[in-house]
């Protein structure tokens, strides 16, 4: 087949559909999004299922059950997405996959669009299951299309680990020819049901497959050990990306030192071992937290060995990594740069669109709390978390997907007031659901805004399922009093009536849910222009 350019992300996706994706789900996140865009524009064409779910858990439920009835099936999400699927994650390694379950998760180091910079091969590492970590495009694609043949093999989920300078980047791509393997008999109930009976013997099973993952893991092709036996002074030791970063500076090393990719885990002890005993030094370069490093050298060291990485201060331990930070930790003189403060660049913060209906709620919120000083708002995460900055400055808080409820009524159940959370229509559907049943049943003393524009646009304006007359029904399902919940319009014109809507709702001492429904500008635009 011709080569292809494509994303870090649909070179994973494309590999998918060429080793016989049955269904894919996903929850909108940077940097994983574009996996699940190439798939849907794919799907018009292929015979595949790929959709947006609700959230992370969710999606991973449905890839589940899919591979229970013996077909192929793939879930993808950012890193913090795996923290809300991580109830399902763990156990499916105890279930075991029937058809090929492959569990695509895109880190953020640097935080670029994330609230932390957690590494998801602990997660790999704690569920006991198989990960890969490509560090081009090529890799992202062979290792999808082997995950899905590995993870039958072995009866396990198997993690393709991304992060976000492949996820976003491009590169061209050598695809091979598709595959269109049959589906699997339906998995076997005593496997899939956890009672405790079940559950041990199966924990058992996956810790009996342990050495059996660590033998593909030292035969694996994508992992590649040189050894320079003229020069004993330094080893490196880097995985996925950052072994790009090694090679950048390959040619200015000199002598050469022996090289170790590391792309697979459980991690290839013995192609590691032949490393350290060839040399006095070892540099371990990894994005991400310093897994290999910590699993190197242990708590003790090893004997007449000098380790170095991000545990030494010879790498930074936040943020991502680089070519020339790689090179300062290799002692080479650093290459000649133009100074930031020589590039004349238009500074731009982010900020909310202009004209987003975001910024006229905040509007009206920040005239109605003028009255209360001490008021506290809960945010969440989307584009309004913007409002934290000048000139709205408008939010306390921002934690994870959902947090604003559960946070406002844990400040109302000690009495504080107001207490507000502020929350988009696609995180309530995410998350916000379950926080705002309880506030419901007890009555809270808090109000809610819910920012309604219809779509999930920090991603790029995907499907959100609590959008609508069927957010308002949703809320009131829940048992927010229909008098209590109420709709307004974001508009500049609005502003009075709304900022006095909302202090009449703060005031009520109990919970009341206020819905700003204003269509996003960006996809009003898009329609607009669809048609033209």
């Not at 936040?318 to 660049?345: C, I, N, Y």
Request: some cysteine; proline content about 7%; hydrophobic content about 40%.
């Amino acid at each position: 087949m011709s080569k292809v350019v494509v994303l870090g992300d649909e070179a994973v996706a494309l590999g998918a559909i060429h080793a016989g994706l049955a269904a894919a789900y996903s929850y909108p996140g940077t940097p994983a999004s574009e996996i699940m865009e190439f798939l849907i524009r794919a799907s018009s064409e292929k015979k595949f299922v790929a959709c947006w779910s609700v959230n992370e858990k969710v999606a991973y439920e449905q890839a589940l059950g899919v591979s229970f009835t013996g077909r192929r099936a793939m879930v993808s999400m950012k890193h913090v997405g795996l923290n809300v699927a991580a109830d399902p994650f763990i156990n499916s390694s105890l279930t075991g996959s029937n058809g090929g379950l492959v569990v695509v998760v895109a880190d953020d180091p640097s935080m670029h669009s994330s609230q932390n910079e957690q590494d998801s091969r602990f997660y790999a590492q704690f569920a006991h299951i198989f990960c890969f970590e490509p560090s081009n495009h090529q890799e992202a694609y062979e290792m999808t299309r082997q995950a899905f043949d590995l993870s039958e093999a072995v009866g396990l989920p198997v993690m393709i680990r991304l992060v976000t300078r492949l996820a976003h980047s491009r590169s061209a791509i050598v695809p091979r020819k598709p595959v269109s393997p049959p589906a699997l008999p339906p998995g076997e109930r005593s496997h899939w049901t956890l009672l405790p009976i079940n559950a041990r013997r199966r924990f058992e099973v996956v810790l009996n497959k342990q050495a059996e993952l660590r033998r593909l893991s030292e035969e694996s092709p994508f992992n590649l050990l040189q050894l320079n036996n003229h020069n004993s002074s330094l080893g490196i030791i880097a995985s996925g990306i950052a072994a790009n970063y090694v090679l950048e500076n390959w040619p200015d090393l000199e002598p050469k030192p022996s090289f170790l990719k590391i792309s697979t885990y459980p991690l290839p002890e013995k192609l590691m071992r032949k490393l350290i005993d060839e040399v006095e030094t070892i540099l371990v370069v990894e994005e991400g937290y310093p897994l290999i490093e910590k699993n190197l050298a242990g708590l003790m060291g090893i004997p007449g060995k000098k380790i170095k990485g991000k545990l030494t201060g010879d790498l930074p331990q936040s943020g991502e990594l680089s070519p020339d930070a790689v090179r300062q930790a290799l002692g080479l003189p650093a290459w000649t740069q133009v100074p930031r403060s020589a590039l004349r660049l238009a500074q731009r913060p982010p900020q909310l669109c202009q004209g987003c209906p975001h910024a006229d709620t905040f509007l009206a919120l920040k005239e109605a709390l003028k009255d209360f000083p001490r008021a506290l708002v809960f945010s969440d995460i989307g584009c309004y978390t913007l409002g934290y900055f000048p000139p709205y400055s408008a939010i306390d808080t921002c934690v994870c997907m959902g947090a604003s409820i559960g946070m406002a009524k844990g400040a109302a159940d000690v009495g504080y007031h107001p207490s507000i959370a502020v929350i988009g229509d696609s995180t309530f559907g995410h998350s916000g659901l379950t926080p705002l049943l309880e506030a419901a049943r007890n009555n809270s003393r808090m109000t809610v805004i819910i920012l309604d524009n219809g779509t999930v646009a920090m991603t790029g304006g995907q499907l959100s399922y609590a959008s609508g007359d069927y957010l308002i029904k949703m809320v009131e399902g829940l048992g927010v009093r229909r008098d209590h919940l109420r709709v307004i319009e974001p508009l500049p014109k609005n502003l009075t009536q709304n900022a006095a809507l909302i202090k009449e709702e703060i005031n009520y001492p109990g919970l009341s849910v206020i819905i700003a429904l204003r269509e996003c500008l960006q996809e009003a635009r898009k329609k607009k222009r669809g048609q033209e």
